[in-house]
């Protein structure tokens, strides 16, 4: 068993702060996604449970054990990386057996291990061959082999599918899933990818400028952002957000009026998702605009218009037409608005 702790970790280079602060607690077989923008500080905060990178305040700790000071080999913790650093002169077999033998694992128990994990991988077909005989989704499967057959208590993961095209990272993104479940190992999975962190975690942490954001479940994170940047990160399109004034419930930004708001006088960030607002006939919605774009998204139509100085998408049905200019206009209740302090864009209510 494996649960991971998280108190006041931050990491600094001279004054310069990587992660700030972070306090978390990781369950035991948790599937837990790190999410944000390059630079945001989720490969540190990694490579500091890994023990790649010391941490320069606070502690780490695994079943209630402080590891700060633990070599990386004594952590019981298994990474991948995006790069997959595979041996070239080995054999898909000895790729994986590999890590087996640089822990002086029982010889007796290495072809077994190993053909269970390529199983789980499916590779078992293709053991014999080099790494460059390989595509790069199977020399990722092999990376992936590698880091289960020495059956660690966590796994690290560092954006394991972005150097695959889009069709194998979808499929190696199921494997991944369906592979955690499996083996039920704590998970801790980076990625700059909000769909990847959607699909696969249980919790997601969103961390901007080395800061958590939020932490919560897909949907908690999806159905209720904690501020206006986790807002705009998660979903595909990213929610719309209008800056506005409110004056007696009346919230009002060029060419947009919504009544009737719960929020007080002053400026205010007002949200909403594509899918969550619906068109109106024409001229009576609180959004009437030109069309500025329109995607067909085969399940879907997406239509942009301009909005002030904001592009704001709406979603219609599939066999919704029309062409670039022509006018449309769609209904905001406020029960889909999600409302933002413009200051510091802090969730209202
Ligand atoms: P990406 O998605 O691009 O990998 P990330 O969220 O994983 O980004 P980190 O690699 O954790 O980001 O880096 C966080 C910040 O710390 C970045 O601004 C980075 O430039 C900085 N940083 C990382 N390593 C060092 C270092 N050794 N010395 C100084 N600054 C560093």
Known sequence: MAQIELRNVSKRWGSFVGVDDFNLTIAD??????????????????????????????????????????EPKDRDVSMVFQSYALYPNMNVYENIRFPLKVRGIDPKTHDEKVRRASRMVELDDFLHRKPAELSGGQRQRVALARAIVREPNVFLMDEPLS????????????????????????????????????????????????VVQQVGSPTEIYDRPA????????????????????????????????????????????????????????????????????????DATMIS???????????????????????????????ICHLFNAKDGARLG
């Open 29 to 70: 077989k948790e599937f837990l996604v790190l999410l944000g923008p390059s630079g945001c500080g989720k490969t540190t905060t990694m490579r500091m449970i890994a023990g790649l990178e010391d941490v320069t305040d606070g502690d780490i700790l695994v079943d209630g054990k402080r590891v700060n000071d633990l």
């Open 163 to 210: 150097n695959l095209d889009a069709k194998l990272r979808v499929s190696t993104r199921a494997q991944i899933k369906n592979l955690s479940h499996e083996l039920a190992v704590t998970t801790i999975y980076v990625t700059h990818d909000q769909i990847e962190a959607m699909t696969l975690a249980d919790r997601v942490v969103v961390m901007k400028g080395g």
């Open 227 to 298: 501020n206006a940047f986790v807002a705009s990160f998660i979903g595909s399109p990213a929610m719309n957000l209008m800056e506005g004034q409110v004056s007696g419930g009346v919230f009002s930004a060029a060419h947009v009026e919504i009544r009737g708001l719960n929020a007080p006088d002053g400026p205010l960030t007002l949200g909403f998702r594509a899918e969550d607002a619906a068109l109106a006939p024409q001229g009576s919605g609180q959004i009437t605009a030109p069309i500025y774009t329109l995607e067909l998204l085969g």
């Open 305 to 335: 218009v301009r909005v002030g100085d904001a592009l704001v998408s709406v979603k219609a049905d599939k066999s919704y037409r029309a062409e670039i200019g022509d006018m449309v206009s769609f209904s905001i209740p406020n029960e």
